[in-house]
C-alpha cells in the first residue's frame, strides 16, 4: 500500500516509517518540521502545515492509507494552541481521505481522552480500564482527542465505507528506564503505564494495512503495554493510590498486570505488545 504518515519526526511517527518500508508499503512522510534522515526508495518527505485543507488534499493525492500521528502532544499552556490546532489538522485528515476516496484511516487518539495527568482531578470508574469507560476530560488536549473520535463517527456515518481507528496511546517510550525512574506517586496518575514506540507502530500499521472483516466503521482501541512500570504489586497499588475504584468482575489487576484491558485491540487489530 501507499501510506501517508502525518507526524513522521516524532518518536513514534519514525518507528511507523521504518515498520512500513520493512513490510513492503510505500511510504509519503508528512510533517511540518524538517525531514529525518533516511534514503530508500519507496520513502519521500513532504513538509506542510495540515492546518490548511488545500495542502492536507494535494499531500494526500495518491494514496492508499493514512496513519495520522500529526499533533500537539500535550495541552501546553492550557490554553488554545493544542486543542484549536489538533482539531483542525484531524478534521482536515479526516475530511481530506473522504474526498479523495481514502478509506483506511488511523489516527493517534489518547488515553488522556479519559481524565488522567493532565487533569484536575483523575478519576476513574473501574479497572482494568476498557474502551467503555467514560470519557470526561477537563483539559485542551484530552478534548481534542475525543473530538477527533467524534470527527470519525461523523465521517463515517457520511462516508461508509470508510475504516477509521483511533488508536489511544499510552505514554510513548523506547523502553521502560524513562518512567520506570518516576516517583510511583508522582506517575499514580498515569496508572504506571507505557507503550514501547515500536509496539505503538504496530498497532498503527495493523489498523491500516490489515485486511479484516472484523471490524468496521469507526472503532478506538487503548494501546498500552500490558504491565506496568514499577516492581510494586498492582493490587497494592490500588489498594494505597485508587482504594474506591473499583475491579471489574472477572477480571484481575494484581501481581505486574496493568489498569487497562487492551483486549479489543488484540481481538480486531490482532495487536499484541512486543515484550
Known sequence: MK?????????????????????????????????????????????????????????????????????????????????NSNVVISWNVLRGAAQLGITRIAQASSV????MVYSNQPHFDYFPIDEDHPCLPDEPYGLSKVICELQADAIVRRYPTMRIASLRLHWSVPDKSKPRSLPVDKAKNDLWGYVNDESAADAFVLAVTQDSRNWSGHEAFFIVAPDTVVEEDSRLLRERFWPTVRITEGKDVSGNKGFFDCGKAQRLLGWVHFP
Not at 488522556?112 to 481524565?115: F, G, K, M, W, Y
Open 112 to 115: 488522556n481522552v479519559l481524565t
Open 3 to 83: 501510506l501517508a504518515i502525518t507526524g513522521c519526526n516524532g518518536s513514534v511517527g519514525k518507528q511507523v516509517v521504518l515498520l512500513s518500508l520493512k513490510r513492503g508499503h510505500s511510504v509519503v512522510g508528512i510533517d511540518v518540521n524538517g525531514p529525518i534522515s533516511l534514503t530508500d526508495e519507496n520513502y519521500v518527505f513532504y513538509k506542510v502545515d495540515l492546518r490548511v485543507y488545500e495542502d492536507t488534499l494535494r499531500v494526500l493525492q495518491g494514496c492508499e492509507g493514512i496513519i495520522h500521528l500529526a499533533a500537539f502532544p500535550n495541552p501546553g499552556d492550557y490554553g488554545v494552541t493544542a486543542h
